[in-house]
């Protein structure tokens, strides 16, 4: 962990080196996402409630997806990049340290520039938690902790997960991007808008759903079992084949010419 | 103590033929062919040692040093370096042992050299009495104290990469890999690299492993030399002694002023330019001080001078020898 500081500073100092890019980075990220939030806005002004969600309850939704996937991207920006890293040979380099190569990946690169997103969030989950009506109790209140720290989860294995294919194949990764910027997307709203089998493919595939669909649930006083609480933790075991498919890759490294 | 045995690596290579139809057919149905990068090798170098590995492109020798540096996994053979495997035990392998790729910077680009430093001394957990010892020592010998405080990004390649040495020596490595360590170096550069390598296996009897394209470093360098060709090991001995077997050929640069001397059997032309010839000699077919006699009856010799065939000469003979 103190060496995880060591090289924060290190990238906080060479993000500094460029900084009128860092802060129209920052305000690029978040006039991107706000227009997330103006198009939720626009459909709820609209029609006042979707799948008997109100605005203020999506709000909540979009906002724990938000801030999952935007902490998610500052600090595991690391492994959107590894299919690079693999082609300049920086891996390479990550192998002959002494140590562990998740860690590494993980610390070689800091999108700091996701705070515009990461601020985003803050701000509608601020204003999503006094107006959505939900009785914010110490029970509720883990939830929700819960719910943003699943979120995290499952959006970092998923940049592990990306990296993972990069051991096989350089090509085609975009497809990886349903997952990362659909979940995103999709995450907006509550899963059950979308239907049976998309719910289905976020709780059991992806479980994204997980840490939002259910538990919001629990936290809007619909469901009263303590399990849709801690349902954003079982999430994370999610890392579980992602980590082991990450050894496997590691050992069927091929490095580059040269 | 390197011990490499057996060692075999394949790779699969995807193959497809020029043009747009064959692009969009591999896109269905992807051809691969199995290339043995390394066949079967095996060597040992003692602790304290300096070996030149040398062989021409795709040979194999970043595979081996790959291999032996934990980052690939060989599909069979064993080998031990410290009495470690470096695929199976990485992390306590990697601790005790540098690795300089000559194309590839492991510092950190925007940010002083010094902070790289610090940063390579945090991740092996180097004690600070002898990182402070090491850092001395490498700033005195690399003469880096103009360039500590210098971002990568504005250092020369030069000055780069004696920055690059002094990282990857920092934590007291027992063995370190170089893999192309001159690469674009100019002279003055080179040299102070290699007086700096020669320097470092003396005093700490460190074992260096060095691959090069350039047989100055060889000559300069290493005593050993490995020749790797179609990923096997072709050829395992000292310098000279190579020296003795592959090139009993003499070579006479002659200046000369008029017209150029016509060449008798048993010389062949190296280079030439107007007014100086380089000449290879096969004693053989005829003895040097023939040869003298010969080209001073025949031209007006200004300059002449002898000497044994250049470590280039030797490898490319070898190349052509082995057919690699």
């Known amino acids: 962990m103190k060496l995880y500081l060591k090289y924060f500073s290190i990238h906080l100092r060479s993000a500094m080196e460029y900084k009128s890019s860092f802060f129209m980075t920052v305000l690029g990220q978040f006039l991107m996402s706000f227009t997330g939030f103006l198009s939720v806005w626009f459909l709820m002004d609209r029609f006042h409630e979707v799948e008997g969600f109100t605005f203020s309850e999506i709000l909540l939704c979009y906002s724990v997806v938000l801030l999952g996937s935007s902490i998610a991207e500052c600090f595991f920006r690391g492994f959107d990049r590894f299919p690079q890293m693999i082609g300049n040979g920086e891996f390479d380099r990550i192998l002959t340290r002494p140590r562990n190569e998740i860690f590494q990946v993980l610390a070689s690169k800091m999108e700091f520039t996701r705070i515009g997103r990461f601020l985003q969030a803050l701000l509608v989950i601020c204003y999503a938690i006094p107006t959505s009506g939900v009785i914010w109790n110490a029970e509720n209140i883990l939830t929700l902790i819960f719910m943003i720290l699943g979120a995290f989860g499952v959006f970092s294995a998923l940049y592990i997960l990306y990296a993972c294919f990069s051991f096989f194949t350089i090509e085609g990764l975009e497809f990886m991007n349903i997952f990362t910027n659909g979940g995103q997307e999709f995450g907006q709203y509550p899963f059950s808008v979308y239907g049976k089998w998309i719910l289905r493919f976020f709780t059991f595939v992806v479980p994204l759903a997980l840490c939002q669909y259910y538990p919001l649930l629990a936290l809007l006083g619909r469901e009263g079992s303590v399990f849709y609480r801690i349902l954003p933790l079982c999430s994370l075991l999610f890392f579980l084949p992602v980590l082991i498919f990450w050894k496997f890759g590691v050992k069927h490294y091929k490095s580059t010419g040269s | ?324």
């Open chain 2, 1 to 324: 103590m390197i011990a490499v045995k057996h060692v075999r690596k394949t790779f699969q290579v995807a193959r497809r033929d020029a043009g747009f139809r064959a692009a969009v057919k591999t896109l269905l149905h992807k051809q691969y062919d199995t290339v043995e990068a390394l066949k079967d090798i095996s060597f040992t170098i003692d602790d304290g040692e300096m070996v030149g590995y040398i062989g021409p492109n795709g040979a194999g020798k970043s595979s081996t040093i790959k291999i032996l540096s934990g980052i690939l996994t060989p599909d069979s053979g064993e080998c031990l370096v410290n009495e470690k495997t470096p695929w199976k035990e990485r992390i306590s392998h990697v601790a005790q042992i540098g690795v300089v790729f000559g194309q590839r910077s492991q510092l950190w680009w925007d940010v002083p050299v010094i902070d790289s430093f610090e940063l390579i001394r945090d991740i092996y957990k180097t004690p600070e009495a002898v990182y402070r010892k090491n850092l001395d020592e490498l700033t005195q010998m690399l003469q880096l104290s103009q360039i500590l405080k210098t971002p990568t990004r504005q250092l020369s390649l030069g000055q780069r990469m004696r920055c690059e040495i002094a990282a990857s020596l920092l934590h007291d490595p027992k063995v370190l890999f170089l893999d192309e360590p001159t690469i674009g170096l100019d002279a003055v550069s080179k040299i102070a690299v290699r007086e700096f390598i020669k320097e470092l296996n003396r005093k700490k009897g460190t074992t260096v492993i060095l691959t090069t394209h350039d047989m100055q470093d060889i000559e300069a360098l290493t005593s050993r030399i490995l020749l790797i060709g179609k990923g096997q090991i072709l050829l395992d001995g000292s310098l000279s002694q190579l020296k003795e077997t592959y090139s009993d050929q003499k070579q006479l640069t002659v200046a000369y002023s008029g017209s150029a001397p016509a060449l008798c059997p048993g010389m062949t032309v190296s280079s030439a330019q107007p007014g100086q010839l380089v000449l290879s000699v096969d004693p053989k077919v005829m003895s040097i001080s023939k040869a003298i006699s010969y080209l001073s009856e025949h031209a007006e010799i200004t300059d002449l001078s002898v000497s044994g065939a250049s470590t280039e000469e030797i490898v490319v003979q070898l190349y052509k020898e082995f057919r690699i």
